[in-house]
C-alpha cells in the first residue's frame, strides 16, 4: 500500500527496529568507520559535489531499509509533480514552482493551464536590462549620480536567501555597488544603513510578496522620510520586487521600476526569482546571477532524476529523516568550513523550519510528535571555539559539516606550521568528523569522549556561483524531501499569523497612547499593561521611573 507519510507505511516499525539496534556496541561509529571502503561505500558523487555520509550511523542493513522509502512514498514521483506544476500547497490552492525560477528549456510548465515560463523570462529580461543600466550609470539617482549602494528593505525570505548568496559570492563582487540590509524594524537597523550610505547614490530596492509585511513597510517609510529629508525624489531612488497587483505594484505610487514575483514561489524558495535577482544581478552583474540559476537548475535535475542510491539531497533527506525520527536527535547544526557561508544556516533555518515545523499532516490530520529540527550553525573553525564543547561532551546533535577544495584569496598564500591556512581548516574540519565519531574513552569523566556523534561532509569544488547554485537547490530538495517523508505541506506558514495578530492589538494600543496622552492602558491585560507602561517610562506599577529607557 502507497502512503504519503512515514508513520503510515510498512516500513516505519522496522526502522524503528533497526535504529535500536544500531544502539548496540558493535554498531558504534567507532566499529562502522573501520569496516572496509566505509568511505568509498557511503559517500556519492553529483553535480559538483561530493556527500559523505561514512560517519552516520548507518550500516548496510539499515541504509537499504532506509532506503525503501524512496519507492514507499513516491519520492521523486512526488518531486517530479511539484516541478511540472501540480498544486501540491493543498492549504493555499497553490502551485510550488521555485523549480521554474531557474528553467532555461523551452518546455512549458503550466499552472491552470497557463505556461508560466514566458512571464519568468520577461521578468529575467528585465532584470538583466535594469542591472546593466544601474551598473553602468545609465540609470542615476534624483541628483543625476551613479548609484553605488543598494538597500534590501526586506525581511525572511524577501532577504535571508539572498543575504546567503551574497555573502558566498562577495569575492566576485567588482565594487561597483554595495549590498545592505535593512529587514528588521529596530531603529538601530536603520541607523546603521543610514551611517554606511551616501543617500545620493542609493537604491532602495523594497522586496515584498504580500507588501503587508509591518517590518517592511515601516522600513520604507523610514526610508522614504529619509530621502525626502535629503532632498531626494523617492521615486528615482527605489524598485519594488512584490506580487503583481500587491500595494507595491501601484502606478499611483511611482518607482523606478516593479519587478514581479509569483504566488507559487514561497519566500523562503525564492532567492532565484526577482527577489534574488535584483540585488544580485545589481552587486555581480546579470550573468554571475544567470551562472547561479545554472547550478540549481542543474541540482534541481539530479533531484528528480538521481536514483535514490546517488542522489544527494534525497539521501541528505532520508538521514535526516533517521537523525530525527528515528534516532532521535532534536536538532542539527550546518557547520561550513568556508567563511564565505556564514550566511547559509540563517537561510536554513528559515527555508527547513519554516517549511517542515509543523504539527499536521497534509490531510489536516495530526503529528505526534511534530515535524521538524531545530537547525543552527555557524562556521567553522569559529564553532570549535564556540559551542563544541557540548556537541563533543554534552547532549549530541548531528552535524552537516561542508568543505570546499578551491578556496578564494588565494594569491594570499602563507604558511605556519608547514601548511597554509587552508589547509590548516581542512585539517580541522577532517578532524573533527573523526573525533565526534570514534571519541576518546577516558576513566577521567571529564576528559572522556563517547563518541558516536554523527555527521555528513558535503565537499564543494569551489564558490564559484554555479557551485552556490547547486548548494542552494541541494537544500531546497532536501527540504522538499523530507516534507514529503512526514507527510506535511512544506509550503504554507500559518505558525507566524499569531504573534502578527497579537502584535497589531498592541501597535493599535500604542498609536493611541500617542495620540491620546492620558490612555493609561487600563483596558489591557495586567502583563501587557505593565511592559506598555514600562515603554512609555512608567514603572510595572503605574509609576514614574527615574531610569528613561
Ligand atoms: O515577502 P513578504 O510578504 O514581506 O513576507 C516576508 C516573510 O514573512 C513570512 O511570510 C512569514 O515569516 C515569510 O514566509 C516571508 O518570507
Same mark, same amino acid.
Given at each position: ?26 554498531? *558504534? ?73 531557474? @528553467? ?25 536590462? =535594469? ?103 523617492? @521615486? ?27 504566488? =507559487? ?36 535535475? *539530479? ?88 556537541? *563533543? ?55 572522556? =569522549? ?100
Amino acid at each position: 500500500m502507497t502512503s504519503f507519510r512515514l508513520d503510515q507505511t510498512t516500513v516505519h516499525q522496522p526502522l524503528l527496529q533497526e535504529a535500536q539496534r544500531m544502539q548496540r556496541p558493535e554498531n *558504534h561509529l567507532r566499529r562502522l568507520i573501520e569496516t572496509p571502503d566505509r568511505l568509498k561505500r557511503y559517500s556519492i558523487e553529483g553535480c559538483g559535489m561530493l556527500l559523505d555520509y561514512s560517519r552516520q550511523r548507518l550500516d548496510d542493513a539499515a541504509r537499504r531499509l532506509l532506503f525503501t522509502l524512496e519507492d514507499a512514498l513516491r519520492l521523486r514521483q512526488r518531486f517530479g509533480a511539484m516541478c511540472a506544476g501540480e498544486k501540491i500547497n493543498v492549504t493555499e490552492n497553490r502551485a510550488v514552482l521555485h523549480t521554474a525560477a531557474r @528553467a532555461f528549456g523551452d518546455d512549458p510548465i503550466r499552472v491552470d493551464g497557463r505556461d508560466v515560463m514566458p512571464e519568468i523570462r520577461r521578468v529575467r529580461d528585465q532584470m538583466k536590462q =535594469f542591472s546593466e543600466q544601474v551598473r553602468s550609470g545609465a540609470i542615476t539617482g534624483s541628483t543625476g549620480k551613479p548609484f553605488r549602494h543598494v538597500v534590501v528593505i526586506g525581511i525572511g525570505g524577501s532577504y535571508l536567501g539572498t543575504e546567503f548568496v551574497s555573502t558566498a559570492l562577495a569575492a566576485l563582487s567588482d565594487r561597483r555597488l554595495t549590498l545592505h540590509y535593512l529587514a528588521n524594524v529596530d531603529i538601530h537597523n536603520f541607523g546603521a544603513v543610514a551611517a554606511a550610505i551616501d543617500p545620493e547614490t542609493t537604491l532602495w530596492v523594497v522586496i515584498s510578496k504580500s507588501y503587508t509585511t509591518a517590518e517592511t513597510s515601516a522600513n520604507t517609510h523610514q526610508a522614504e522620510q529619509f530621502m525626502r529629508d535629503k532632498g531626494l525624489d523617492p @521615486a528615482r531612488h527605489t524598485v519594488t520586487v512584490t506580487s503583481k497587483g500587491s500595494p507595491g505594484d501601484d502606478p499611483a505610487r511611482p518607482v523606478l521600476q516593479t519587478f514581479h514575483m509569483f504566488d =507559487f514561489i514561497g519566500g523562503r524558495y525564492s532567492v532565484t526569482s526577482a527577489v534574488g535577482g535584483v540585488p544580485l544581478s545589481l552587486l555581480l552583474g546579470y550573468d554571475r546571477f544567470e551562472a547561479f540559476l545554472l547550478g540549481a537548475a542543474e541540482m534541481d535535475r *539530479h533531484a528528480l532524476e538521481a536514483p535514490v542510491a546517488k542522489n544527494l539531497p534525497l539521501i541528505a533527506a532520508l538521514i535526516s529523516i533517521w537523525n530525527t525520527s528515528l534516532l532521535g536527535y532534536g536538532q542539527q547544526a550546518i557547520i561550513p568550513y568556508a567563511s564565505p557561508l556564514a550566511k547559509l544556516a540563517p537561510h536554513v533555518q528559515q527555508l527547513n523550519m519554516e517549511s517542515n515545523g509543523k504539527a499536521a499532516d497534509i490531510q489536516g490530520d495530526s503529528l505526534e510528535p511534530p515535524a521538524g529540527v531545530v537547525i543552527f550553525g555557524e562556521p567553522g573553525t569559529n564553532a570549535q571555539h564556540s559551542f563544541f564543547q557540548l556537541a *563533543h561532551q554534552g547532549h549530541p546533535f548531528p552535524i552537516e559539516f561542508i568543505g570546499v577544495r578551491t578556496p578564494q584569496y588565494t594569491q594570499y598564500t602563507a604558511r605556519s606550521k608547514g601548511v597554509t591556512n587552508h589547509q590548516e581548516l581542512w585539517a580541522n574540519l577532517v578532524a573533527q568528523a573523526n573525533a565526534l565519531a570514534a571519541g576518546r574513552p577516558s576513566e577521567d569523566r571529564t576528559r572522556h =569522549f563517547e563518541g558516536n556523534r554523527p555527521s555528513s561532509t558535503l565537499v564543494l569544488e569551489d564558490l564559484q556561483p554555479i557551485n552556490v547554485g547547486r548548494l542552494l537547490s541541494f537544500y531546497e530538495a532536501r527540504t522538499v524531501y523530507e516534507g514529503f517523508i512526514w507527510g506535511i505541506n512544506s509550503f504554507d506558514q500559518f505558525g507566524v499569523e499569531l504573534g502578527k495578530v497579537l502584535a497589531d492589538d498592541l501597535r493599535m494600543r500604542i498609536a493611541r497612547r500617542n495620540s491620546e496622552p492620558d490612555y493609561d492602558f487600563g483596558d489591557m491585560d495586567d502583563i501587557g499593561r505593565g511592559y506598555l507602561r514600562l515603554l512609555f517610562g512608567e514603572s510595572f506599577r503605574g509609576r514614574v521611573l527615574s531610569v528613561k529607557f
